[in-house]
């Protein structure tokens, strides 16, 4: 049964962004909505936009695995088809449902490179917060750190 989560703000007292801890909760949840029949691994993904609304998205794969698309890319095209255009930071995490174990559980999952490639294109140099398979911070990482020398076009280079 799918869960079924609601796009909100999270805003403090201070109006700090939403915590890191905050981010890969909402993911972990995200995740629970994966279709992965065929991987069984399951990742949730949550973006924070420059006010602090978060949008998530989970993985979802085809029979035909190039269509395959991450729960990053799905977080993202769904922020981009709303209008939003500047954004922070986002939070990872993926487990496997099935026996098979794919990173140890002090692991932290970073974007694939087609997902660096494109969070650089559309959201700049962002931190990007990688969580373990038992929904704790693993590691954080500026975008920048994991995609050095990142392709752009010219005219992204533009501010276009």
Known sequence: MPIRLNEREYMSADQSLVSREDLIEVACAASENAIAHHSNFHVGAALEDDDGKVHFGCNIESDSFG????????????????????????????????????????????????????????????????????????????????????FTSLHNEMGN
Request: proline share 2%; hydrophobic share 40%.
């Open 67 to 150: 269509l395959t698309i991450c729960a990053e890319r799905v977080a993202l095209t769904k922020a981009l088809s709303e209008g939003v255009r500047k954004f922070t930071r986002i939070a990872i995490i993926g487990y496997s449902k099935g026996e098979d174990k794919f990173a140890a559980a002090d692991t932290a999952l970073g974007p694939c490179g087609a997902c660096r490639q494109f969070l650089w294109e559309h959201c700049g140099d962002i931190e990007v917060i990688g969580g373990t398979d038992e929904g704790k911070i693993g590691k954080v990482w500026m975008l920048s750190e994991l995609l050095p020398d990142a």
